[in-house]
């Protein structure tokens, strides 16, 4: 999960840094930390939710 939020933290800073918010009023996009928080926020969770799908069977597997 450690490396789901170092890799969506430095994805979203790319996305402020090259995509952005011209005019500075998207809420998430318009500020470095928000999109850097929100990209790791996804980043962590999607890699947690891909190593869960995967852990599932193992332990079902373990417990028979």
Do not use: Q
């Amino acid at each position: 999960m450690l490396i789901g939020l170092v890799v969506g933290a430095i994805g979203g800073f790319i996305y402020w840094k090259y995509v952005g918010c011209v005019t500075g009023d998207c809420p998430i996009t318009s500020s470095p930390l928000y999109s850097s928080i929100w990209g790791a926020l996804i980043g962590g969770l999607g890699l947690d939710l891909i190593a869960s799908l995967f852990k599932k069977k193992e332990d079902e597997e373990k417990k028979e």
